[in-house]
């Protein structure tokens, strides 16, 4: 399994962009930089794409995706919770802030297609199967778990701290590598908290809850924040993603 770390940012500058990950060319985690990271072929290719929630960062290029895709009568299929569903239906693709693309070019041949997904209930996606799993952040949250045959890939999304993804987790035997999120440093824990992210301390407190030797990539620092969270958890076993950079499973 190759997973392409699109955009790896907590925050949007010049240098930075926002949450997308990429696996195998065909299966798009979140949305926040998926048209800017990708040239149209590549965007062409996604078939699927799961979006854990409907912050702007993570589903910002959702909506230019579709619309690309649909230039070229591809259909796109979102996984998604109830209440993320409801959210893109009525404050995006809602024909007015974006069209509503179940109905374009035509209600029986849609551009854009939902698929609600439930906790802890796996669907296929493609080649994989696709486990979400509850969250610590808004409502309707949710992280994944992303199997094919025996190698398996989490990501967490966004969450505060959280002990259910960690004990679900620690029982995947296939699981090889992990996502998850570290957005504020060690002062900023308040922030930390009201917002349902995790600071340093709270990332080094939730991994030991993980009962899994699978490699831990860590994303979502705020750039502005980016050198003092970097050096607040070099001590630990985890790795830093950079965008565009690709995990190998
Ligand atoms: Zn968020
Ligand atoms: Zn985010």
Same mark, same amino acid.
């Given at each position: ?14 240098? %930075? =962009?926002?949450?997308?990950f990429? /696996?195998? %060319? $065909?299966?798009?985690l979140d949305?926040g930089? /998926?048209?800017?990271g ?6 062409l290719e996604?078939k699927?794409? #799961?979006?854990s929630?409907?912050?702007? &960062?993570?589903?910002?290029?959702l909506?230019?995706l579709v619309?690309n895709k649909a230039?070229y009568g591809?259909t796109i299929t979102?996984?998604?919770t109830q209440t993320?569903?409801r959210h893109?239906?009525?404050? +995006?693709?809602n024909?007015?802030i974006?069209?509503?693309?179940e109905k374009i070019p035509? *209600?029986?041949e849609?551009?854009?297609?939902y698929?609600? /997904?439930e906790?802890?209930?796996? +669907?296929e996606?493609? &080649?994989y199967?696709l ?5 610590n952040?808004?409502n309707?949250?949710a992280?994944c778990?992303?199997?094919?045959? &025996?190698?398996g890939?989490a990501y967490t999304?966004?969450?505060g701290? $959280?002990? +259910? ?7 995947q035997? *296939?699981?090889?590598?992990? +996502?998850t999120e570290?957005s ?5 824990e %308040?922030l930390?908290?009201? @917002?349902?992210?995790l @600071?340093?301390?709270? =990332?080094?407190g939730e991994l030991t809850?993980?009962k @899994?030797?699978?490699?831990? #990539?860590?994303?979502? =620092?705020?750039?502005?924040? *980016? %050198?003092?969270?970097r ?5 630990? &076993? /985890?790795h830093?993603?950079?965008?565009g950079?690709e995990?190998v499973?």
């Open positions: 399994m190759q997973i392409k770390a699109v955009g790896t940012s907590g925050g949007k500058t010049i240098r %930075n =962009l926002l949450t997308t990429l /696996v195998d %060319n $065909t299966l798009a949305c930089s /998926v048209c800017t990708l040239t149209l072929s590549q965007q996604i699927d794409v #799961f979006v929630h409907v912050h702007m &960062d993570h589903i910002g290029e909506p230019l619309d230039l591809k979102i996984f998604a993320t569903i893109l239906r009525e404050h +995006v693709f024909g007015i974006w069209p509503d693309f035509s *209600a029986d849609p551009a854009l297609i698929r609600q /997904v906790y802890f209930e796996e +669907v996606v493609g &080649d199967r486990t979400p799993l509850p969250v952040h808004i309707g949250s992280g778990f992303i199997q094919k045959g &025996d190698v890939f999304s966004d969450t701290e $959280t002990d +259910v993804i960690w004990e679900w987790l620690g029982k035997t *296939a699981l090889k590598g992990l +996502v570290c504020f440093p060690a002062d900023m %308040n930390a908290v009201i @917002s349902h992210h @600071s340093s301390p709270m =990332l080094e809850k993980l @899994s030797d699978a490699d831990i #990539f860590i994303y979502h =620092l705020k750039p502005q924040f *980016a %050198n003092r969270i050096e607040e958890i070099k001590g630990l &076993d /985890v830093i993603l950079t965008d950079e995990i499973l």
